[in-house]
């Protein structure tokens, strides 16, 4: 068993035929005595290690496993079916600001009173996104005229995110 790649003495490379005999053509060597053994230890792995166990899919596994489900966001309010991209951008915008509202903010009505006084931008964007997502959770319209209404609102959410803090 060779260590490193045989060179062939009549050619760069040997040229085999392997109809009836493995031998090169020029030289007349073994196309198995010609392997090395790192040529034969990656042709036992190829054959024996199943694919979803090799060490380049584990670790997509266990990345998707590990970072991938906290860095994806995908919308509770559609169906678990095929959805246009338009409409899974617009629902994303809107769930994402709902989510934003249930767990950031003032919690004590002092610290709504010093946002009111210090900073009005916030206190109003605040209002007006809270109107939006009653809105959106209330609404049970369907159609050109839900979908131009969603588009818009998601548009003013957009524009409102400048004024959030976290």
Avoid at 8 to 30: E, I
Wanted: hydrophobic letters at 35%; one cysteine or more; aromatic letters at 20%.
């Amino acid at each position: 068993m060779r260590f490193t790649k045989y060179k062939c003495p009549s050619s760069r490379y040997c040229l085999f035929s392997f109809q009836g005999n493995n031998s090169c053509l020029y030289c007349g060597v073994d196309y198995r005595d010609m392997q090395t053994i790192w040529d034969k230890l990656y042709d036992f792995y190829r054959k024996h290690v199943p694919y979803h166990l090799r060490p380049g899919n584990l670790w997509w596994i266990f990345r998707g496993w590990a970072w991938d489900r906290f860095t994806t966001v995908k919308p509770r309010t559609l169906d678990h079916t095929w959805c246009d991209r338009r409409l899974l951008i617009r629902e994303l915008v809107f769930e994402t600001a709902a989510k934003f509202l249930e767990t950031e903010g003032p919690k004590t009505q002092a610290e709504w009173d010093w946002q009111k006084e210090h900073n009005p931008n916030f206190y109003d964007a605040w209002h007006e996104t809270q109107a939006l997502i009653d809105w959106w959770k209330n609404s049970d319209m369907d159609g050109d005229e839900y979908e131009e209404q969603m588009l818009n609102g998601a548009v003013k959410l957009i524009k409102l995110s400048d004024y959030y803090w976290t």
